[in-house]
């Protein structure tokens, strides 16, 4: 008998399987997934969404972990240090040969997934970043007259325009560019990019 615990227990390693692939850098296929799961295609549904759900969930559960690590890594304050985390957090994205690989293979989808309000992906970075920016106003380190989730929402569109700047527009992705945009937004003209 399978009651809430055991399906989600069957959640989890279906996601965690996933994520291997995605990795790996296949395309997810529910089919091939189900099948090594030992379970049919309607069981799989039922335990993580469809393919898009189950996309949103591994980019996410690679993406927040980066994020964090980002955040970690710089030793500044106020404007900077938010300037920082986008850079390294930007970089990371644009060095990871496996999500490269989802967004030349799957450009529109993996637009739709991590900036359209489709994902939850777009709204975890975002409060996210929030949390960041609110530390940040509380300690004093910084000073704007925009509320820490308006600004976290502008942070988020201008470092993926940056990152994803090959699908949008054609230029190449550029972590730098977009931390010396999130900088300016804070009130800092004069950030570089450690490193640079």
Known sequence: MSGPGHSKAQ???AVSVARRKFLEGDRLDMQ?????????????FRWVGNRDHLL??????????????????TTRSGAARIADATHTFG????????FRAFLRREPERALRLLTTKESPVLNEIVDAVERVVQQELD????????????????IARITESFIYADLITGDDPDAGKAAIAVAALL??????????
């Open 11 to 13: 959640a989890d390693q």
């Open 32 to 44: 091939k997934l189900a099948t090594e799961l030992g379970v049919d295609r309607t069981t799989l």
């Open 56 to 73: 949103a969930t591994v980019l996410w559960s690679l993406a927040e972990p980066t994020h964090r690590a980002a955040v970690a890594a």
């Open 91 to 98: 970089q990371a994205l644009i060095d990871a040969p496996y």
């Open 139 to 154: 300690r004093g380190h910084l000073i704007h007259p925009m509320a820490a989730h308006d600004l976290a929402y502008l």
């Open 187 to 196: 009130g800092d003209p004069t950030y570089t990019p450690k490193g640079t």
